[in-house]
């Protein structure tokens, strides 16, 4: 439930409203104790994960390629990503503290979204590096050059910013008269959207024709890269090699496909306000089930990643 004090908003009858309470999850909100361990021990796990992976191609000259360098990007938004969200989770598992000023909701919601945003663009552009590095492995050195890689870094980045800041604005102007209970663990625009006064009907399309720019451009691009990578490793003449292609494949589309489908379930759908309750669990698959099973899925189940992780402790303890 959240309020907002640093930038209060207008309500239709004179007052302001100065924050607002997240009401997470009241069901089972007596087992706060044992959920905030649980997600203690996720976050934990997903943010170690990540930071040996960007730790790691950074200081191993080997996994200085583009693959690893769009992987380390993509784990440094996963750890921004879920710090954004899980630290107040645990507060209301721990300690029932769930009000939470304007400005902090704002912000929240604003690193959230970005975040998200630029990562499934992010997405795309990995889909894409693995497309022209096993079909087109001729040209891949000279497509995918470091300048080429900082670029779509800088454009991901860019345009995530350009898309969801109209939404972010039109949702910060709008008048809140009550409940002040946003019915999720984060602040998120639908919620924030649901729980105003104002007339919504605007900024509720926009904010879903962006979210289904965003989702659906990013997961066409990736289905028509992974079926080209697909058709390109079936023709592989070596059996044990296709086994080894198509198990990569797969753990890669798994995580995918909890990724795009929980957001799918939570943003690309008109009218929402019958299932918000729903959208809870659904985001707990992108603010804690995929971001602990990337650094798994993508990294370090590679031979090649757990060698420079060897060599990177063995220095570490030799430097001691």
């Known amino acids: 439930m959240m309020l907002w004090k640093e930038m209060p908003m207008e309500m239709g009858n004179g007052t302001t409203v100065q924050e607002f309470t997240l009401e997470g999850f009241p069901a089972i909100q007596h087992l706060g104790k044992v959920l905030f361990l649980v997600h203690l021990l996720a976050y934990l796990a997903s943010i170690t994960g990540n930071a040996v992976i960007v730790t790691i191609t950074c200081a191993d000259s080997r996994l200085q390629t583009p693959m690893y360098f769009f992987l380390s990007i993509f784990s440094f938004f996963e750890c921004c990503f879920i710090s954004a969200v899980i630290p107040k989770l645990l507060v209301i598992f721990l300690l029932g503290r769930q009000t939470i000023s304007f400005l902090a909701c704002f912000i929240q919601a604003f690193v959230f979204v ?35 890689c900082f670029l779509l870094v800088t454009a991901c980045c860019v345009l995530a910013f350009i898309l969801i800041t109209g939404p972010l604005v039109m949702v910060s102007q709008l008048s809140f008269c009550g409940p002040h209970v946003i019915p999720h663990f984060f602040c998120d625009l639908d919620p924030l959207i649901h729980l105003s006064c104002s007339n919504t009907r605007s900024v509720e399309m926009l ?5 289904l720019l965003i989702l659906l451009t990013s997961l066409i691009i990736t289905i028509i890269a992974y079926s080209n ?20 494949c797969s753990s890669h589309l798994i995580v995918l496909s909890l990724m795009y489908g929980s957001c799918v379930f939570i943003y690309v759908k008109p009218k929402q306000r019958n299932r918000l309750n729903s959208n809870r669990e659904a985001a707990l698959v992108n603010t804690v089930v995929t971001p602990l099973l990337n650094p798994v899925i993508y990294t370090l189940r590679n031979k090649q990643v757990q060698q420079a992780l060897k060599e990177t402790m063995c220095r570490l303890k030799i430097s001691r």
């Open 229 to 248: 990578i697909v058709v390109t490793i079936v023709r592989l003449p070596s059996a044990k090699d296709r086994q080894k292609a198509f198990s990569t």
């Open 207 to 211: 904010a879903f024709v962006i979210a």
């Open 114 to 148: 970005y975040l998200g945003a630029a990562g499934f663009l992010l997405i795309a552009v990995m889909s894409v590096d693995r497309y022209m590095a096993i079909c087109k492995p001729l040209h891949y050195p000279t497509i995918m050059n470091l300048k080429t």
